[in-house]
């Protein structure tokens, strides 16, 4: 019976972790779903009046206003095109302890994979990327590379600022 709990620990450890898959055209990206709180479809935003190009809005849902950028926007300049397989997902925003219910948009395209690995796969690839510093780790794999994206580095603080004022609440549940 000893034998048992070493080997489930093991097994457990191997499987990794899940990330949920999306493109940007035609490169490949991660997000850890530790990091999402809901997938949904693409959804009708109420836009932001002079808010960078890939902030695409606000979602009303569940009775709080999520605000949503878009990625492809945010990275290449290229907004995710109309698909169904292009989603909204809400992902949990900490950047602040007095605040841990907030919830940010992202549009996705092509979200509708999984992966299951190690987390110690993704490795630096030696490019500075101070302008993007959500851009994280690269892993391979007979597809090519995919890349990290970390969602707690996707926004500056001024866009920061605009879409989460300090008099944001936070969403209920989300604690």
Not at 96 to 108: F, K, S, V, Y
Request: with cysteine; charged share 25%; glycine share 8%.
């Amino acid at each position: 019976m000893n034998d048992l709990q070493p080997r489930r620990s093991q097994e457990a450890a191997s499987q990794g972790r899940l990330f949920l898959v999306f493109r940007i055209g035609e490169q490949r990206f991660a997000l850890d779903t530790h990091e999402v709180a809901e997938v949904l479809p693409r959804l009708p935003l109420k836009p932001i009046a002079q808010a960078p190009r890939w902030v695409a809005g606000v979602l009303a849902h569940r009775g709080a206003l999520i605000p949503v950028i878009d990625v492809g926007a945010l990275s290449f300049a290229t907004p995710a095109p109309e698909r169904t397989s292009t989603r909204l997902v809400l992902v949990h925003y900490r950047i602040d302890p007095a605040r841990p219910g907030l919830l940010l948009g992202l549009i996705l395209e092509r979200a509708s994979d999984t992966l299951r690995c190690d987390p110690a796969e993704f490795r630096p690839y030696g490019v500075d990327n101070g302008n993007a510093p959500y851009l994280g780790p690269v892993r391979e794999d007979a597809l090519g590379l995919m890349q990290w994206i970390g969602v707690q580095d996707l926004l500056s603080d001024a866009v920061r600022d605009l879409l989460f004022p300090l008099d944001t609440p936070a969403v209920e549940g989300q604690r």
